[in-house]
């Protein structure tokens, strides 16, 4: 192999990355897929070196050490494994050495590994959703804490004089320390893409895709010129919120679709491989004869890769195109193993096999995580939704008991020159210093929603412009609360005087 393929650059102890539990799964469950064709051991070795994953920069390392400096492949893999930053590939590759050794059969000793993997993948997936549940928790208690010290603040300059660099210190810190309980989220939840990017993906997210080119920026308009003609900031924020909405939903629905895909996947991986290994017959040939009713969220693409295949179209163009298509990133990447290693003479049903067993785990995983985000996202918008009503609630009645003390205060200098000695806070309220605490409470407000979407959408892992969705509710409820809470705090102070 030449040194251009080998990427020797790649292969340098300081470009080394760790190796996540998933791409190590990927890697073996690639490499095993291609061995079980029967190639031999440097080809398994070239091919292993061009996979997607970070563990295929070892590989090349290698291969390089192969090539160039002659070493063979237990003795290039152990010195590799030595230099690696990952103990899973360290361990890895000083057991490949081991086995290469030995003389064990390659194909038997990934298929092995991937299996192993496959447990090691697993125990990690669910630390880490145990993990997303603990920082759930904590996140609701972040927002709930930095609501109060709003609502504190707006209380306190009821009866002190109001400081504004102060307040607006308070909003700013308030806003970061959500900001970091949302990237503590992001952190703790399992690291995987489960998308493509969305220009080349499904109908579904490419339409998704081109409404957010152009309803966001038409929602920011609309939001800004209804608010200078005038009108009531809860219908301002309720109109944004509509022009917004579709986003969301299309993205909802694309999403749940992709889900259902991967979950159809295994199942045809299995069955396509099968039948062309009972008929003996091609994969294009296969396709024709099992029952696509079995599959009915992957029909659409399954029949459009039969036809392109019985067009003549090159196959490995066909299988890649039918992986972007679907929408899914998991899809994408198994669809090309699949047929790679068909191609290059694996039997059908055993890479069949092989390639759902990885499919089928990374659903049966992500259906737990989907769990766990289901219930953080009904919390996080419950819990949205009540800081909104709370923070509006305080607001008015600064407002109001502002109005009142305004129309009970004599209104003459001999009359206070008279009266006796007050020191109100409430009193000093300028129309300034109310709309000041209104904008506050409006940006906390707007900024907690924000970054309440960005958690649950970072808990979720799904297709990114869902957050849209999520945006798109709590912007209504905050609209909804700033029309209706007002007229019923006035009512009740109203009622009580």
Not at 2 to 28: C, E, I, T
Not at 210 to 222: E, G, N, Q, Y
Not at 443 to 464: E, R, T
């Amino acid at each position: 192999m030449s040194s251009s393929k080998s990427s020797p650059k790649h292969a340098s102890k300081n470009s080394f990355k760790s190796v996540s539990p998933f791409d190590m799964f990927y890697q073996l469950t690639y490499m095993s897929a291609m061995a079980a064709s029967g190639i031999s051991r440097a080809k398994v070795f070239e091919i292993a070196s061009q996979s997607k994953s970070d563990a295929a920069m070892y590989f090349a390392a290698v291969n390089t050490l192969v090539d160039e400096f002659r070493y063979d492949y237990p003795e290039a893999c152990r010195a590799i494994g030595l230099k690696s930053k990952s103990d899973n590939i360290k361990s890895f590759l000083l057991r490949l050495s081991d086995a290469l050794r030995s003389g064990e059969p390659l194909a038997d000793f990934l298929a092995r590994e991937a299996e192993v993997m496959s447990e090691d993948y697993e125990n990690g997936y669910e630390r880490d959703l145990e993990s997303l549940k603990q920082w759930s928790n904590a996140f609701s208690s972040i927002v709930m804490s930095v609501a109060l010290i709003v609502i504190i603040q707006v209380i306190s300059a009821m009866i002190y004089s109001m400081n504004v660099t102060v307040m607006g210190g308070l909003v700013f810190t308030g806003v970061v320390m959500a900001g970091f309980g949302a990237w503590i989220i992001y952190r703790s939840a399992p690291q995987e893409v489960m998308t493509v990017k969305p220009s080349l993906g499904s109908m579904e997210q490419r339409r998704a895709l081109s409404l957010f080119r152009s309803l966001v920026p038409a929602a920011m308009v609309a939001s800004v010129s209804l608010g200078l003609v005038g009108l009531q900031l809860g219908w301002v924020l309720i109109i944004g919120a509509a022009i917004i909405l579709p986003i969301g939903v299309i993205s909802l629905r694309s999403d749940r679709k992709t889900t259902k895909k991967d979950v159809e996947f295994s199942t045809f991986l299995r069955s396509v491989g099968g039948m062309a290994t009972s008929s003996g017959t091609t994969l294009k040939q296969a396709l024709t004869k099992i029952d696509l009713s079995s599959f009915p969220y992957l029909e659409p693409d399954i029949d459009r890769l039969s036809t392109r295949l019985q067009a003549l179209v090159e196959p490995t163009v066909c299988w890649h195109k039918f992986g972007l298509e679907s929408g899914s990133r998991l899809i994408s990447e198994v669809s090309d193993i699949f047929y790679g290693a068909v191609k290059i003479g694996g039997e059908p049903e055993r890479v069949g096999y092989l390639c759902s067993l990885f499919t089928a785990k990374t659903t049966q995983l992500r259906a737990k995580r989907r769990l766990t985000a289901g219930t953080f996202s009904g919390l996080a918008t419950v819990m949205q939704g009540v800081v909104a009503v709370i923070m509006i609630f305080v607001l008015s009645i600064v407002k109001n008991f502002s109005d009142m003390v305004t129309t009970l205060m004599p209104a003459n200098t001999d009359s206070l020159s008279t009266a006796p000695a007050m020191s109100l806070g409430m009193a000093q309220f300028t129309p300034e210093d109310l709309a000041f605490l209104t904008g506050i409470t409006v940006v906390m407000i707007l900024m907690l929603g924000l970054v309440s979407s960005a958690a649950m959408i970072f808990s979720d892992g799904g297709y990114k412009l869902k957050v849209l969705l999520y945006l798109s509710m709590l912007v209504f409820i905050c609209g909804v609360s700033f029309l209706v809470v007002p007229p019923m705090v006035a009512g009740i102070l109203a009622g009580a005087v």
